[in-house]
């Protein structure tokens, strides 16, 4: 007579949870999901210096006086009528857009991180966010202290440099993760980046410009004491040499046959450069009008992406048999110095 056996043992089934988590550290983000954020993130940092300059023109920098509630004891405006609400309305608005630059720029880091590119990748996205919570803090410095101008220029400053960040994330995600070779020589090179310290500068006057200026965000704010003429000055001669920097650019990676993406990011940086010093003439000769003010801000960050286009095309990560004749033109004057 047979002897009955017990069925073979099963494995044990995962539990649910257990399952849901091992799919979803599997998932890897589609590319295009990840480049949508990553543009928002430039689109947004971009919005916000406009929205911080629309504060400022309006006389709405204290239209929320404390921080981080918009009123003493509420964190949202109360005046529903007037021109107290108005300022109120602006200024709160300005501090929500904060919670959709950092929704947009943690979003691009946190997506980037998921797909597991280059660690160097990550640290570049992770400015992002960072930036965004350092500008929300600084927005609370620059409250408390009244308005004063060394605490609203930084703040727009940081903001440009949030964007040129931002642009470097959206360009080096299209890019694949290999050795990045020059796609000019260095000379060329260097000469970009003294372009971008310039660009820095130029952008340092102009807050200086605006420091000293009538747009102070409140009428009881105290503006920086020096001749807003010689400022302007300044400012003006800096954008000339911009301007001429620029355009030597062109004519350099014209020389050597740059590659075309390059050429024509170079075209566009001029041609900002241009509208962008045009808008500042026309701006200062009819006394900083607030929409030209808005204009020119607008223009600011326009260059600042348009420069920091052509600062990564300088170099290149596309395999070695798809390099321009610029960088064999720089091999080539290598070899001959050596």
Not at 252 to 268: D, I, M
């Given at each position: ?39 928002a993130a430039v689109i947004t940092n971009g919005l916000i210096a406009v929205t911080g300059a629309t504060v400022r023109v309006t ?254 095309a300088i170099r290149t990560r596309e395999p070695e048999a798809a390099a321009s004749p610029a960088t064999a033109v720089g091999t080539a004057a290598s070899a001959t110095s050596g």
């Amino acid at each position: 007579m047979a002897v009955p056996t017990s069925p073979p043992p099963t494995a044990p089934r995962p539990v649910a949870w257990r399952r849901a988590v091992a799919a979803l550290l599997a998932w890897r983000p589609p590319y295009g999901l990840v480049r949508a954020f990553a543009w928002a993130a430039v689109i947004t940092n971009g919005l916000i210096a406009v929205t911080g300059a629309t504060v400022r023109v309006t006389g709405s920098g204290l239209g929320c006086k404390t921080w981080p509630e918009c009123q003493p004891g509420s964190l949202v405006p109360e005046y529903r009528t007037g021109l107290a609400a108005l300022h109120q309305a602006i200024e709160f608005s300005n501090r929500t857009l904060t919670g959709v630059v950092l929704v947009a720029s943690l979003g691009a880091f946190l997506l980037i991180w998921w797909r597991r590119p280059s660690r160097q990748l990550w640290w570049l996205a992770a400015v992002g966010p960072l930036g965004v919570l350092f500008q929300a803090v600084w927005g609370g410095i620059v409250v408390y202290t009244g308005l004063q101008w060394w605490t609203v220029a930084p703040h727009l400053l940081v903001s440009l440099v949030l964007v040129f960040a931002a642009v470097v994330v959206l360009v080096r995600l299209g890019e694949p993760d290999v050795p990045a070779r020059r796609s000019v020589p260095r000379p060329l090179q260097a000469l970009t980046w003294l372009t971008v310290a310039e660009l820095a500068l130029l952008c340092v006057a102009g807050t200086l410009v605006t420091a000293a200026g009538p747009h102070a965000g409140d009428v009881n704010t105290p503006r920086l004491d020096l001749p807003v003429a010689s400022l302007a000055q300044l400012h003006a001669d800096l954008m000339f040499l911009y301007l001429g920097l620029t355009a030597a650019l062109g004519v350099g990676f014209l020389a050597v046959r740059a590659p075309r993406r390059l050429l024509v990011g170079t075209g566009v940086l001029v041609a900002v450069t241009l509208a962008q010093g045009a808008v500042g003439l026309v701006q200062y000769a009819l006394g900083v009008p607030e929409l030209l003010v808005l204009l020119h801000v607008l223009g600011a960050v326009c260059l600042i992406a348009a420069a920091a286009s052509v600062a990564m095309a300088i170099r290149t990560r596309e395999p070695e048999a798809a390099a321009s004749p610029a960088t064999a033109v720089g091999t080539a004057a290598s070899a001959t110095s050596g």
